[in-house]
């Protein structure tokens, strides 16, 4: 059996950094090609006979100069509906437009939203990020929500845990 996993986010967040993170040594396949019209699959984790697939989904991006990037765009919640989880991950502290119009996205959606708020090394003081989480807990229903720092992997198999009890 397989899960599909999207990680969204405006470009900078950390997506690729988290998700080089989550599979470390667990990666089977990595690919920056397109597999299909509707996800890009960038990397699945094998755990027995399960396999979690992360993708990077079409129609979430800024970039909607080419055309086949707005039809993409318009077929987004479909190619969506069959994801089982998504990832948002957004940057502690620096919440922007951009994080706006994908949260806006996937508010027309119905799979669970595990909200990623990465980067939280840059706060020696991990409690002036409270206030923080408590705006944006007041953005959405999010599944979960999980502050975490990809890059010194703090919190990143919390994560990992997450991704599995939803997926
Ligand atoms: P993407 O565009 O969302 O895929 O973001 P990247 O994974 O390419 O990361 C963008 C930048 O943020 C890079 O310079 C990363 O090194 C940095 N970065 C990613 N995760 C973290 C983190 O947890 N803490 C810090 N301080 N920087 C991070
Ligand atoms: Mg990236």
């Known amino acids: 059996a397989s899960a599909f996993v999207a990680i969204v986010g405006r470009p900078n967040v950390g997506k690729s950094t988290l998700l080089n993170r989550i599979l470390g040594q667990k990666i089977s396949i990595t690919s920056s090609k397109p597999q299909t019209t509707r996800h890009r699959i ?3 984790e094998t755990e027995g006979d399960r396999q979690i697939v992360y993708v990077d989904t079409p129609g979430l991006h800024k ?7 707005r039809l993409m765009n318009r077929a987004a919640s479909s190619s969506l509906s069959g994801v089982e989880v998504i990832l948002f991950v957004v940057e502690a502290g620096k919440w922007s437009s951009d994080d706006d119009m ?3 996205k996937l508010k027309k959606m119905s799979s669970p939203v595990i909200l990623v708020v990465n980067k939280i090394d840059q706060f ?3 409690t002036e990020l409270l206030p923080y989480l408590q705006k944006l807990s007041e953005k959405h229903t999010f599944a979960e929500i999980i502050p975490l720092s990809a890059e010194t992997g703090a919190q990143v198999e919390a994560l990992r845990t997450l991704v599995h009890s939803h997926a």
């Open 102 to 104: 994908v949260l806006a």
């Open 42 to 44: 960038l990397g699945i």
């Open 63 to 69: 970039d909607e100069k080419r055309a086949i990037n």
């Open 124 to 126: 020696k003081d991990k």
